[in-house]
Nanobody
Framework: QVQLVESGGGLVQAGASLRLSCTAS????????MGWFRQASGKERDFVAA????????SGADSMKGRFAISRDNAKNTVYLQMDSLKPEDTAIYYC????????????????WGQGTQVTVSS
């Protein structure tokens, strides 16, 4: 069992940056592919980014490429999401998730989820 806890969310103005963290306990994170998803109010949960076990391979949603970057530090059991040039439409709850297997953009493929951290971007 893996427990995931997100942090780093908050209220920022458009154009600002935030770095989200997801720290795991219970199991070593290096055994898992990690992903970030987000869910805006009244909308479905959308894929943001994913990273391989060793951190050498990443993928990201087209709408966020160039602004968001995923990384991981297995020694710290932590995954990060660096978000730059934030826009009001980035407002959502951001979730990290873990799975055994290959990187996936589908939330259905992930086995463990954190409780999320709220990101609000004002115009």
């Amino acid at each position: 069992q893996v427990q995931l806890v997100e942090s780093g969310g908050g209220l920022v103005q458009a154009g600002a940056s935030l770095r989200l963290s997801c720290t795991a306990s219970g199991r070593t994170l290096s055994n898992y592919v990690m992903g970030w998803f987000r869910q805006a109010s009244g909308k479905e949960r959308d894929f943001v980014a994913a990273i391989s076990w060793g951190g050498d391979s990443t993928s990201g949603a087209d709408s966020m490429k160039g602004r968001f970057a995923i990384s991981r530090d297995n020694a710290k059991n932590t995954v990060y999401l660096q978000m730059d040039s934030l826009k009001p439409e980035d407002t959502a709850i951001y979730y990290c998730a873990a799975r055994v297997g290959l990187r996936s953009t589908s939330s259905r493929d992930y086995d463990y989820w954190g409780q999320g951290t709220q990101v609000t971007v004002s115009s």
